[in-house]
T-cell receptor, first 113, second 113 residues
Framework: QKEVEQNSGPLSVPEGAIASLNCTYS??????FFWYRQYSGKSPELIMS????GDKEDGRFTAQLNKASQYVSLLIRDSQPSDSATYLC?????????????FGKGTKLSVKP | NAGVTQTPKFRILKIGQSMTLQCTQD?????MYWYRQDPGMGLKLIYY???????DKGEVPNGYNVSRSTTEDFPLRLELAAPSQTSVYFC????????????FGPGTRLTVL
């Protein structure tokens, strides 16, 4: 069974702090990794994708990938109350063109003013 | 450009009833997906389609059927509703094999009593 694991949280950080969200995956052949943000009662929204080992930065968000450790993380700098949401890690387990994703259960982030 | 639309937004079914969840996208995307999300869980892939006339099973297809007669529409059919199908259903689309981003619809909240 191919799996994506995340801590469910809730993760609580004060406004302005760095929030660190972690994800591990079971399938070594995975090539594509994604972070989705989901506000309560809303649909998921893609915020970061990463394909190569190392860091990828986009504004206040940094995704980190370590394929040897089968680990992907998301850092949110200068956290804002508007960042409070559930963050879903997703992995393209099967590779190929179908783009089928396996999702983790999500980590609920709460940013306190 | 409405993106991905889903109807209805909410529905309550009795055990054994049937219904069709509608999904339409106006972005001319080839790939379309149906997911379900149970409370506190990640998304599970039910069915997907890589183009009109082509569909395939995902992780949790039992109790569901799909069709894809046009590029725009990808309806999901529940034939004999069961309480285990109580969930939020999301439809998503993706342009082509070279683009990883999936665009999600607003979801349908289904309760089976």
């Amino acid at each position: 069974q191919k799996e994506v694991e995340q801590n469910s949280g809730p993760l609580s950080v004060p406004e302005g702090a760095i929030a660190s969200l972690n994800c591990t995956y079971s399938d070594r052949v995975s090539q594509s990794f994604f972070w989705y943000r989901q506000y309560s009662g809303k649909s998921p929204e893609l915020i970061m994708s990463i394909y190569s080992n190392g860091d990828k930065e986009d504004g206040r968000f940094t995704a980190q990938l370590n394929k040897a450790s089968q680990y992907v993380s998301l850092l949110i700098r200068d956290s804002q109350p508007s960042d409070s949401a559930t963050y879903l890690c997703a992995v393209n387990i099967y590779g190929g063109s179908q783009g089928n994703l396996i999702f983790g259960k999500g980590t609920k982030l709460s940013v306190k003013p | 450009n409405a993106g991905v639309t889903q109807t209805p937004k909410f529905r309550i079914l009795k055990i054994g009833q049937s219904m069709t969840l509608q999904c339409t996208q106006d972005m001319n995307h080839n790939y379309m997906y149906w997911y379900r999300q149970d409370p506190g869980m990640g998304l599970k892939l039910i069915y997907y389609s890589v183009g009109a006339g082509i569909t395939d099973k995902g992780e949790v297809p039992n109790g569901y059927n799909v069709s894809r007669s046009t590029t725009e529409d990808f309806p999901l059919r529940l034939e004999l509703a069961a309480p285990s199908q109580t969930s939020v259903y999301f439809c998503a689309s993706r342009p082509d094999r070279n683009t990883d981003t999936q665009y999600f619809g607003p979801g349908t909240r289904l309760t089976v009593l």
